[in-house]
């Protein structure tokens, strides 16, 4: 059944509009903190991926004035393109966060988008933080109205609602009135991004990137008086009608500005798509706790919830990216190197002989009774050994909450290699510290080359 709420003109726009960085409770401004940290150590370690190299190179002669950084790189550019390729590069490795409701990654739109922002124009950190808080309120409530139709549908959801994350947070820090929000929603509305058809591409991590750049100038036009429909989102030929089979605008509005989205973001401990990780956390601890050879393997059964096989049903992975996409590859990977990083879906991994060798002894059932964040895993063992392993909920889910410690650690791997030790505790400093900074943009400069 469809609910009907005026989203334009009604509590969501003026609540952006009005939202106070004193009216943040502590632990939502904490998680704010703990979502840019992460967003900044993936999007450092993803600079360098062939996949931003060439968008850099395909399309910098075109940019204009070099006031904003491409973290990670010595390059800089102007803000629309410093959002485009930063969102890129924060998502190109699957490692950033997701909201686990919607599978949304909501920091990857909205944060690429307001930190090219407060390169051009000076931001306190607690604005910054408002904003940031305000564009993933938006782009997850906005997701879960539409959520799971849309996404089966096929849209890439972060792209579809990214967009009005960072528009909405754009906005914020360009002090739009109620007007000029909604022609700002209107124009992200009619930007959509994202088909799930482009999964183990480069085009993937275009989206999010994409998501922040057309935010960015949704709420860039709607400053200067660039009008729009004022329901772009609920009309009858709307975002949510043309793009979703089922909606439910309560979602939008229900306790707004009582409950925050952000506090229930998660963090992925592993570098490919989130409902793999119950897997790769069922396969390590069994390797550890059993001191598993992986040549010795004879067998490995996965049950698994629906999305798994939907998402990440390849067999036969020929690059890294499509490695991201394959629960195979994943299983092989947890079990003969113990982790889930980076390294481990790179274009050499996927075609290495041991690692497709075990791939190909692995079998992924769907069980109806499993849930996203749960794995049962049965072995058996070259001499007819069964080990059975049941993960009710993975590492990185609400249930089992990435800590600080692990944060910081996962942000060190990332990228100690491009900046070096010592600047990286630095940043890592300056994200956590980041509410104190006068100029938000100043940040930046412990994040480039």
Same mark, same amino acid.
């Given at each position: 059944? +469809?609910?009907?709420?005026?989203?334009?003109?009604?509590?969501?726009? /003026?609540?952006?509009?009005?939202?106070?960085?004193?009216?943040?409770?502590?632990?939502?401004?904490?998680?704010?903190?703990?979502?840019?940290?992460?967003?900044?150590?993936?999007?450092?370690?993803?600079?360098? =991926?062939?996949?931003? $190299?060439?968008?850099?190179?395909?399309?910098?002669?075109?940019?204009?004035?070099?006031?904003?950084?491409?973290?990670?790189?010595? +390059?800089?550019?102007?803000?629309?393109?410093?959002?485009?390729? /930063?969102?890129?590069?924060?998502?190109?490795?699957?490692?950033? $966060?997701?909201?686990?409701?919607?599978?949304?990654?909501?920091?990857?739109?909205?944060?690429?988008?307001?930190?090219?922002?407060?390169?051009?124009?000076?931001?306190?950190?607690?604005?910054?933080?408002?904003?940031?808080?305000?564009?993933?309120?938006?782009?997850?409530?906005?997701?879960?109205?539409?959520?799971?139709?849309?996404?089966?549908?096929?849209? =890439?959801?972060?792209?579809?609602?990214?967009?009005?994350?960072?528009?909405?947070?754009?906005?914020?820090? #360009?002090?739009?009135?109620?007007?000029?929000?909604?022609?700002?929603?209107?124009?992200?509305?009619?930007?959509?991004?994202?088909?799930?058809?482009?999964?183990?591409?480069?085009?993937?991590?275009?989206?999010?990137?994409?998501?922040?750049? /057309?935010?960015?100038?949704?709420?860039?036009?709607?400053?200067?008086?660039?009008?729009?429909?004022?329901?772009?989102?609920?009309?009858?030929?709307?975002?949510? &009608?043309? #793009?979703?089979?089922?909606?439910?605008?309560? +979602?939008?509005?229900? &306790?707004?500005?009582?409950?925050?989205?952000?506090?229930?973001?998660?963090?992925?401990?592993?570098?490919?798509?989130?409902?793999?990780?119950?897997?790769?956390?069922?396969?390590?601890?069994?390797?550890?706790?059993?001191?598993?050879?992986?040549?010795?393997?004879?067998?490995?059964?996965?049950?698994?919830?629906? #999305?798994?096989?939907?998402?990440?049903?390849?067999?036969?992975?020929?690059?890294?990216?499509?490695?991201?996409?394959?629960?195979?590859?994943?299983?092989?990977?947890?079990?003969?190197?113990?982790?889930?990083?980076?390294?481990?879906?790179?274009?050499?991994?996927?075609?290495?002989?041991?690692?497709?060798?075990?791939?190909?002894?692995?079998?992924?059932?769907?069980?109806?009774?499993?849930?996203? $964040?749960?794995?049962?895993?049965?072995?058996?063992?070259?001499?007819?050994?069964?080990?059975?392993? =049941?993960?009710?909920?993975?590492?990185?889910?609400?249930?089992?909450?990435?800590?600080?410690?692990?944060? +910081?650690?996962?942000?060190?791997?990332?990228? $100690?290699?491009?900046?070096?030790?010592?600047?990286?505790?630095?940043?890592?400093?300056?994200?956590?510290?980041?509410?104190?900074? /006068?100029?938000?943009?100043?940040?930046?400069?412990?994040?480039? #080359?």
């Amino acid at each position: 059944m +469809e609910r009907k709420c005026p989203v334009a003109r009604h509590r969501p726009v /003026n609540y952006v509009v009005e939202a106070r960085p004193e009216a943040l409770p502590d632990a939502v401004r904490k998680e704010a903190k703990r979502t840019f940290l992460n967003w900044v150590g993936c999007a450092v370690g993803g600079s360098h =991926h062939e996949t931003l $190299d060439i968008a850099i190179a395909a399309l910098s002669p075109f940019a204009g004035a070099g006031t904003s950084s491409i973290l990670g790189r010595a +390059e800089r550019t102007d803000p629309l393109h410093a959002a485009l390729f /930063n969102g890129i590069s924060s998502h190109v490795f699957d490692f950033d $966060d997701t909201h686990l409701r919607t599978v949304i990654h909501p920091a990857g739109p909205v944060a690429s988008a307001l930190l090219a922002y407060a390169e051009y124009r000076p931001v306190t950190g607690p604005d910054f933080i408002n904003a940031l808080v305000l564009g993933v309120e938006v782009e997850c409530r906005i997701g879960k109205a539409v959520f799971p139709a849309h996404y089966d549908v096929g849209w =890439h959801i972060t792209g579809t609602t990214g967009v009005f994350g960072a528009a909405a947070a754009v906005g914020k820090l #360009l002090g739009l009135d109620a007007q000029r929000m909604a022609w700002a929603f209107g124009l992200a509305a009619t930007q959509p991004v994202g088909l799930r058809d482009m999964f183990g591409t480069m085009t993937k991590s275009f989206h999010p990137g994409r998501a922040a750049q /057309n935010g960015f100038t949704a709420a860039l036009l709607a400053q200067k008086g660039y009008t729009s429909s004022e329901q772009g989102i609920e009309a009858k030929r709307g975002w949510a &009608n043309v #793009l979703s089979t089922s909606r439910n605008y309560d +979602e939008i509005t229900e &306790n707004l500005g009582k409950s925050y989205e952000i506090s229930v973001n998660s963090y992925k401990p592993f570098a490919c798509g989130i409902v793999i990780h119950p897997t790769i956390d069922g396969c390590i601890q069994l390797r550890n706790a059993e001191h598993l050879d992986p040549t010795l393997i004879r067998s490995v059964d996965l049950r698994v919830h629906h #999305l798994v096989l939907e998402l990440t049903g390849k067999t036969a992975p020929k690059t890294g990216l499509e490695g991201k996409f394959s629960v195979y590859h994943a299983a092989a990977m947890a079990f003969i190197d113990g982790t889930g990083g980076e390294k481990q879906f790179s274009n050499e991994a996927v075609v290495n002989p041991n690692v497709i060798a075990l791939r190909e002894r692995i079998k992924a059932t769907v069980d109806p009774a499993i849930a996203p $964040d749960e794995v049962r895993i049965t072995v058996t063992l070259m001499d007819g050994t069964v080990i059975e392993h =049941h993960v009710p909920h993975a590492i990185g889910s609400i249930a089992r909450p990435m800590t600080d410690a692990d944060l +910081e650690r996962k942000f060190q791997d990332l990228a $100690d290699d491009i900046l070096g030790p010592q600047r990286v505790k630095e940043l890592l400093a300056q994200c956590w510290d980041l509410e104190r900074f /006068n100029d938000v943009g100043k940040l930046s400069a412990a994040a480039r #080359l």
